[in-house]
Nanobody, 121 residues
Framework: QVQLVESGGGLVQPGGSLKLSCAVSGSVGSIYAMKWYRQGPGSERELVAGITVDNIINYADSVKGRFTISQDNAKNTVYLQMNPLKPEDTAVYYC???????????????WGRGTQVTVSS
């Protein structure tokens, strides 16, 4: 069973920073992409940032220049450095991991439970 454990969320003032972490454990195959999504109040879940095993990175336009995604392949961990934060960044942030097994014959997607980020003065 694959588990994703997110950490690093919390309450921060506008202009502040937070760093989210997502550690993958369990019987996981070859991870080929790790992503962060978020879902704000009354909003649909949206992609924030993604990184592939080859370090190809993409960001949502709303966070470009403010957020940085990175990964530690040895630790199966993905990070999201966020600064400066804005009130509109308030959301539950979810980690998403995509893996493949048997030479790519099977592909799986896993989600974390989410961590709350609140940006408010």
């Amino acid at each position: 069973q694959v588990q994703l454990v997110e950490s690093g969320g919390g309450l921060v003032q506008p202009g502040g920073s937070l760093k989210l972490s997502c550690a993958v454990s369990g019987s996981v195959g070859s991870i080929y992409a790790m992503k962060w999504y978020r879902q704000g109040p009354g909003s649909e879940r949206e992609l924030v940032a993604g990184i592939t095993v080859d370090n190809i990175i993409n960001y949502a336009d709303s966070v470009k220049g403010r957020f940085t995604i990175s990964q530690d392949n040895a630790k199966n961990t993905v990070y999201l450095q966020m600064n400066p934060l804005k009130p509109e960044d308030t959301a539950v942030y979810y980690c998403n991991v995509r893996e493949e097994r048997v030479g790519g014959l099977y592909q799986y997607e896993h989600w974390g439970r989410g961590t709350q980020v609140t940006v408010s003065s």
